[in-house]
């Protein structure tokens, strides 16, 4: 089995249930690690989509790395958060 | 020299800046460690105060700790972030 990485960055205009759902179908795909990038007011829609997705998934994800900083763009600085998860089998 | 911890809960109507500066403030005095905590919409908030946080004192923090989670407040369940930052020395 191919271990596939991807990262989804959380839209302002999707709902945290579109993502969990998009997630959830990509892990049926096989992606076995996806990373969660929220920017700026994104960024309590991303804690949203993790606690939804343990909710949906619990034992079967682990979070395996959170990490945040900032990025410029649009010559703003911006602040990030991004969570890697992993699915547990 | 006493090892003192505090944790600080992200308000809703005090600025990224204020927080900043209570955070320095506390270390000034002698706290080594400060958890900084934000629920729901004050989560970006929350990354936004580290990162400003960063900006000022560089080296002379560590990021510790960063655990995401729920808990229930009003009969709603809420999603926070917590921050665990440390003094470096």
Redesign the interface.
């Known amino acids: 089995m191919m271990d596939k990485t991807a990262q989804i960055v959380v839209s302002s205009t999707k709902s945290v249930e579109d993502h969990v759902l998009e997630i959830i179908t990509m892990m049926n795909q096989g992606t076995s690690e996806i990373e969660i990038k929220g920017y700026?007011?994104?960024?309590?829609k991303t804690?949203?989509i993790?606690?939804q997705l343990k909710d949906k998934l619990g034992e079967g994800i682990k979070?395996s790395e959170?990490?945040?900083?900032?990025e410029v763009k649009d010559k703003k600085?911006i602040?990030?958060?991004l969570?890697r998860i992993t699915k547990a089998y």
Chains 1, 2 share one sequence.
């Open positions: 700026g007011r994104e960024i309590n804690v949203d993790y606690n979070l959170t990490s945040i900083g900032s600085r602040s990030y958060l969570l």
